[in-house]
């Protein structure tokens, strides 16, 4: 019989030659006094470099370290969706691989959705309450602020770090949720999905410090066009419905001045005020319902993502009854 295990820990890995000795053994020290099995997860993302190698070398004589590696380097998501597939744990954590939240975190998690059993999900954050950020670059921290900001109220304000990947989720939660991203955006979409098919998710402090080892996969222009992306995906009547209105705040300020020109006697009837006036409010009135029209497309989203839910539910269902009667 299969051992039972209490935490998956899962951390990809790209050309992080330089931290595989030192992750495995400050996660292990961590792990120190647990009284439930736990594994530890590297999912090696296509490194280049030695990282592989050393990550395997590691792996043999450490029972609870487990190295899954593929060839091309594909994202964070890939390599999640990778974890998340192989990890047996009930409770499924998520940390980066140099540790810029250190690995007591990881348990804090845990313990917290031990302590918790009517929340799925765990969220460590820096910039709750009780919260802080350490030796992080400036304009790092500023976009990074400014970022969850905007996706914090894109998804209605509920959580103050979206893009985190410092987690815990409970095994049930995350085999409801049908995950696509290969990317980093892989943090939002599970936030978005378990948000839509009604999971209780909470946010714990976390620490945050700057990394010491290797280099940040950090980029700025692809971390900004898919946070902006998402939250007009989330919330399209933040575009459309202020762009909507912009419109028409300015089709009835032009219909007020040819009202004053005209009981005035100074309105030029060569001056095309008046169609300039009926375009902006007919434009403000269709750029107005085509957000509400795709305001109705993202709740039939998350209808969708309910009946996946239960078709993952029932395949897995199908799938134990048939290993039941073999």
Request: glycine share 8%.
């Amino acid at each position: 019989m299969e051992e039972k295990i209490g935490l998956t820990i899962i951390s990809p890995m790209y050309n992080e030659e330089a931290n595989v000795e030192s992750t495995a053994a400050r996660i292990s020290e961590a792990m120190a006094g647990m009284t439930e099995p736990w594994e530890l997860l590297f999912v090696n993302d296509g490194s280049v470099d030695g990282t592989l190698a050393a990550a395997r070398a590691l792996e043999k004589d450490r029972p609870w370290l487990r190295v899954i590696s593929y060839q091309e380097n594909a994202g964070r998501g890939k390599a999640l969706r990778t974890g998340f597939a192989a990890a047996r744990g009930e409770i499924v954590a998520t940390t980066d691989f140099d540790l810029s939240y250190s690995p007591d975190h990881l348990r804090r998690l845990y313990d917290y959705l031990r302590a918790h059993p009517d929340v799925d999900i765990a969220l460590g954050s820096p910039y709750m309450p009780g919260g802080t950020v350490q030796n992080v670059p400036f304009v790092r921290h500023a976009i990074s602020r400014v970022g969850n900001k905007v996706l914090s109220f894109a998804m209605g304000g509920a959580f103050t770090t979206i893009s985190s990947i410092l987690r815990a989720y409970r095994r049930e939660a995350l085999e409801s949720l049908d995950l696509r991203e290969d990317g980093k955006e892989i943090h939002l979409e599970i936030l978005s999905k378990a948000s839509a098919l009604g999971f209780r998710i909470k946010e714990i402090p976390a620490h945050l410090r700057g990394r010491k080892a290797g280099k940040s996969k950090f980029k700025f222009r692809i971390t900004f066009l898919t946070h902006l992306l998402f939250s007009f995906y989330e919330r399209p009547m933040i575009i459309f419905g202020g762009l909507g209105l912009v419109l028409l705040a300015l089709g009835f300020a032009a219909g007020v001045s040819i009202a004053v020109m005209r009981f005035a006697g100074t309105l030029n009837p060569t001056r095309p005020l008046v169609t300039l006036m009926v375009l902006l409010i007919v434009a403000g009135f269709q750029v107005f319902t085509l957000g509400f029209i795709s305001m109705q497309i993202a709740s039939l989203r998350k209808e969708i993502y309910k009946i996946q839910m239960n078709d993952r539910r029932l395949g897995k269902r199908v799938r134990r009854e048939e290993e039941t009667t073999k």
